[in-house]
């Protein structure tokens, strides 16, 4: 039984990695190419509106999916009571937005928000039809076949924003990209999945889980706002340009991000939830899912910000070179945020969810002074504040998990310090090759940067056969035999 829940992790994580590396190096190109051709300011507009839907999704969940992976065995109705409720709270708050959009786009001064909430807000129906779909996956370890929907989501996305941007469509370009990207995944994830609004709506089974499930979403909620409120305030404080900038910094150090903390949070938190109640084996899977995480997550954020104004003069041109220095001190919260939601997974497996929603208090307690204290000052102080919040939530949650993990905090240093170790290494021979390639070309500078920090990185690791480095031969090796 262990050896096949490990197998069905390693195969789990080796497919949901390649589909993110693949998504993620798709995403990337249709960027590159969309924000060639549109302005600063459309992508500001599409941040401000994404800020209102991306949150209203968390209501639609509810926490509700969660739970439902978290239970042993969920029934029929449990299941279509969930759906029932995703489904209606979709719709009242579509109607919501759209009703106050008109509002919205006053206070920014940006009328074209009202044209565009109609019809953008209908993200949030599409992601209700997604939600139970997506939960069963993952309860059936399906990670292969949903890594190929995520992917082909992607695909369609990004063929639809490029072609709107060539036929100057605008800010539409970036509407469309989404709609279609959730409307793909609501069609692919139905066709291929196995559930069929069986059972019946009963709302005692909603209150058995809401214990659990709302806990989890005030969580969620207080994350989401102290992660994203500050782009509401650039945009209104500053302007568009300005948002369109930071949040174009924000997008871009999110590619990678992203895709780690949904390859390895998607895999692990099933995973971890089945091994619960054995504490030697939970805490071995705890340090080893750490240490791969940054051992992929370190060198990526590291390296990107070593190379950044070449990668930006390069792939995106001057007109986006103002948000080179955003995107360096942001990249820096990829060495926090997917170690924190691996902490967080720990929590809301090995808690009750009340000690979640405690924590969340102080690390909010703690973000609001950052926040009161870097808005008014400069857009540059709001990104090194929310560098100040990743780090206070990565040591919140760490030191939480750790007591209910039964780990000491001397072992998860002996874990993650080789791993830093390294990528410090690797950073500076990556400023040391920049130095003596000052004479060559943009596009060869980047290129012979990149290779020798790959190259540094990879050799030190498997030469003194760092564990994390095994860890991660062993799970592609496990992928490829598959």
């Not at 924003?161 to 100057?168: F, G, H, K, P, Y």
């Not at 940054?294 to 070593?306: E, H, L, Q, S, T």
Request: a positive charge; hydrophobic letters at 55%; aromatic letters at 12%.
């Amino acid at each position: 039984m262990a050896e096949q829940l490990r197998d069905k992790v390693a195969s789990g994580v080796a497919w949901s990695v390649a589909e993110k590396v693949g998504s993620m190096l798709l995403q990337m190109v249709v960027s590159i190419v969309v924000a060639r051709l549109l302005m600063p300011q459309d992508f500001g507009v599409l941040a401000i509106l994404t800020f209102f839907t991306a949150l209203s999704v968390v209501f639609v969940d509810s926490g509700f999916s969660q739970t439902l992976i978290r239970k042993s065995e969920p029934t029929a109705d449990d299941y279509k009571s969930v759906f029932v409720f995703n489904i209606v709270v979709s719709l009242v708050l579509y109607v919501l937005l759209v009703a106050i959009s008109p509002l919205i786009a006053a206070y920014y001064n940006l009328p074209v928000i009202s044209r565009i909430a109609p019809v953008f807000m209908l993200l949030l129906p599409l992601a209700a039809l997604c939600v139970i779909q997506n939960t069963i996956f993952a309860r059936t370890f399906r990670f292969a076949e949903l890594s190929r929907i995520n992917f082909a989501c992607s695909a369609v996305a990004g063929g639809v924003a490029i072609v709107m941007a060539l036929n100057n469509f605008g800010v539409w370009s970036l509407v469309g990209q989404r709609l279609a990207q959730m409307t793909t995944k609501a069609i692919l994830l139905w066709w291929r999945g196995n559930w069929r609004c069986e059972g019946r709506f009963d709302i005692k089974a909603l209150n058995a889980m809401s214990g659990f499930s709302l806990r989890l979403m005030g969580t969620d909620v207080i994350s989401y706002l102290y992660n994203n409120i500050a782009q509401l305030f650039v945009g209104k404080m500053y302007s568009a340009d300005t948002l369109g900038y930071f949040n174009q910094a924000q997008k871009l150090k999110d590619l990678p991000v992203t895709s780690a903390v949904q390859s390895f949070q998607s895999v692990t938190y099933p995973a971890l939830s089945n091994i619960k109640d054995n504490a030697q084996k939970f805490a071995d899977s705890y340090c080893r899912v750490m240490a791969i995480t940054a051992a992929v997550m370190f060198p990526v954020m590291v390296g990107m910000v070593a190379v950044a104004d070449d990668m930006f003069a390069l792939l995106l041109g001057a007109r986006w070179m103002p948000t080179v220095p955003y995107f360096k001190v942001l990249s820096l919260t990829g060495l926090f945020y997917p170690l924190s939601m691996i902490a967080y997974n720990v929590l809301k497996v090995a808690g009750d969810g009340r000690i979640i929603l405690r924590l969340e208090v102080v690390k909010k307690a703690i973000m609001t002074i950052i926040l009161v204290a870097t808005i008014p000052h400069s857009t540059m102080a709001v990104a090194w504040g929310l560098v100040a919040m990743s780090a206070t939530e990565f040591a919140v949650n760490l030191l939480a998990s750790l007591r209910f993990a039964q780990i000491s905090l001397w072992r998860m240093a002996k874990t993650l310090m080789p791993v830093a170790a390294l990528t410090a290494l690797m950073f500076a021979s990556v400023e040391v090759v920049g130095l003596y390639t000052t004479n060559f070309s943009i596009f060869t500078r980047f290129v012979v940067q990149i290779f020798s920090g790959v190259a540094v990185y990879i050799v030190l690791a498997l030469t003194f056969r760092l564990s994390f480095a095994v860890d991660i031969l062993e799970t592609f090796k496990r992928f490829f035999r598959k």
